[in-house]
């Protein structure tokens, strides 16, 4: 699954883009993670129990168009979002304004590395812990007391990204591999929500390196 592109000046100011694809597929031709069996008898009664339903995205195997479909449904909320940020500068400075900064840049949510964090992780570009706001310019920026929005993509932050996303891709082969072994899955699912902390920990590397007001997910547990 591919984003848009920009060019580097554009990298940051403007928000990833989805590529334009098929509509995405109704919900009964996508597999489930858990077949239709399941959901019948005693084991689908403890299914739902744990709050499970067989419609839950979370028990669809996800789809090329799928991932486009979040995506372009998240962009409008960020879009609502950040429209609501500037009305609220606005009011304490006309003509101020405040733009996008993506902590994970764009580029790693192309390719390899986009797959792995919306298939594997289950994160996306727009994400509220991807991203923060940050003043326009030199006037919004002195009147709140904020760093000014960069403007690109900070130097080496892709290398670093791609660094622990072939660490990650290790460790969570390993556990899957002991967890097939053991079928202790609690710690496969430990293993995950490490990996998703690392990726916090990089966010939070990157929001301070440029002196962004940034703060971590309340399951982070640095």
């Not at 996508?30 to 067989?54: C, I, T």
């Not at 606005?90 to 003509?95: V, Y």
């Not at 993506?102 to 289950?122: Q, S």
């Amino acid at each position: 699954m591919v984003f848009g592109r920009r060019n580097a000046s554009q990298a940051q100011a403007a928000a990833p883009a989805a590529r334009p694809q098929p509509a995405a597929q109704p919900q009964e031709t996508r597999q489930q993670v858990f077949p239709a069996e399941l959901w019948q008898g005693e084991m689908g009664d403890f299914l739902r129990q744990m709050g499970m339903n067989p419609d839950d995205e979370a028990n669809l195997i996800p789809t090329g168009a799928s991932f486009d479909e979040r995506v372009a449904r998240d962009r409008e909320r960020h879009e609502a979002k950040l429209d609501q940020v500037n009305r609220d500068v606005q009011r304490q400075l006309p003509g101020g304004r405040m733009l996008p900064f993506f902590l994970i840049p764009e580029p790693c949510w192309n390719g390899d590395m986009g797959t792995f964090f919306m298939a594997r992780l289950r994160f996306f570009p727009y994400d509220d812990w991807n991203v923060v706001f940050m003043p326009a310019d030199e006037r919004t920026a002195r009147a709140l007391n904020a760093r000014m929005h960069p403007g690109y993509v900070v130097p080496g932050a892709v290398e670093l990204v791609q660094s622990l996303v072939k660490e990650s891709e290790g460790k969570l082969a390993a556990a899957s591999a002991a967890a097939d072994r053991t079928h202790d899955f609690a710690a496969f699912d430990a293993a995950l929500n490490g990996v998703r902390a690392d990726v916090w920990g990089v966010a939070a590397y990157i929001a301070n390196h440029v002196g962004a007001r940034w703060e971590p997910p309340k399951s982070w547990t640095p």
